[in-house]
């Protein structure tokens, strides 16, 4: 017989990144389920605004407060205001995250950290205080939001996938220590396909796939906070897939890749349509100047 899904209304869960793209329509959908959510972001403005969008009169617990998910201080005080506003923290959503794009040989090193702070420090910073509340009261849900180029690793975002690969990583081992230290805390990690965000914009077209929908990745979230499910895949095909190869020769796999065109997802980027977001990343660390110009490696050396 399965499980009855559990009851999330009136639990209390904050989301980090949560003004734009996946974090804000994660933020509506845990509104939909009678939830109390504060959302965090580096643009503060523009998170006062969604939480105003999303909540409005008739849910008025849906709350905006200032996060830079790579400073300690700043995250410890986001956690702190939540639990003031809106009681004993039951979710973290590790969301935040940049998707700068480009070859590695050309990728400046500001870019680079910039990357590791936000996506995965970022992941490491919200596991470790969230825990330390967490752990006391022996209940609460952490969710990291990864991506399939946690798996498959992706060219043109190479950085992009360490990280994400870390995250992974990250969230396996850290559960496992949950389990050895007896603590009934759930950790989930979610990998979705290309969503139609601004981090996603601008993408190369593979084969067979299309890209998500915000609303997908937020429904996958609320299901896995249901049902405890760990390893979250956008769509769920998406796994199939991922096993299939790691079944498959690695010639006989990277051949079907690039005959889908798997390989060029983050290879064939519109720089144009992604111009905004580039900028805009390069100014998500408020510790970090934005990176130089950076000459680039020709396509091919020469003799």
Do not use: C
């Not at 700043?74 to 506003?85: A, I, T």
């Not at 596991?127 to 946690?150: F, T």
Request: hydrophobic share 40%.
């Amino acid at each position: 017989m399965a499980k009855q899904p559990r009851i999330l209304a009136g639990q209390t869960v904050a989301i980090t990144g949560g003004a734009r793209g996946i974090g804000r329509a994660t933020a509506q959908a845990f509104v939909r389920q009678g939830m109390r959510v504060a959302i965090g972001d580096v643009d503060l403005q523009t998170a006062q605004q969604t939480a105003k969008e999303i909540g409005g009169p008739t849910h008025p617990s849906t709350i905006a407060l200032e996060l830079d998910v790579t400073d300690r201080e700043s995250f410890s005080r986001f956690l702190d205001g939540v639990e003031e506003q809106l009681g004993p923290l039951d979710v973290l959503v590790n969301n935040a995250g940049i998707m700068p794009l480009g070859r590695f040989v050309d990728e400046d090193d500001l870019t680079t950290r910039r990357m590791i702070d936000i996506n995965l420090h970022g992941v490491i910073l919200g596991m470790k205080l969230a825990l330390a509340l967490m752990v006391p009261r022996d209940r609460g849900h952490i969710v990291n939001i990864a991506s399939q180029a946690g798996k498959f690793g992706s060219p043109g975002g190479a950085t992009y996938s360490a990280t994400k690969h870390a995250v992974v990583g990250l969230s396996e081992a850290v559960r496992g220590e949950l389990r050895l230290m007896g603590a009934h805390i759930d950790l989930s990690y979610v990998m979705p396909y290309v969503v139609n965000t601004e981090l996603g914009g601008g993408l190369g077209e593979a084969r067979g796939l299309r890209n998500l929908e915000p609303s997908e990745v937020a429904d996958a979230i609320v299901e896995a906070l249901q049902h405890g499910t760990v390893e979250v895949w956008v769509p769920k095909s998406a796994k199939r897939t991922y096993q299939l190869g790691t079944l498959l020769p690695r010639s006989l796999a990277e051949g079907l890749g690039r005959a889908i065109k798997a390989d060029r997802v983050l290879a064939d980027v519109d720089v144009t349509a992604r111009r905004d977001y580039e900028l805009r990343a390069a100014q998500s660390e408020p510790g970090l100047p934005p990176a130089p110009e950076q000459a680039q490696i020709p396509e091919r050396a020469t003799q």
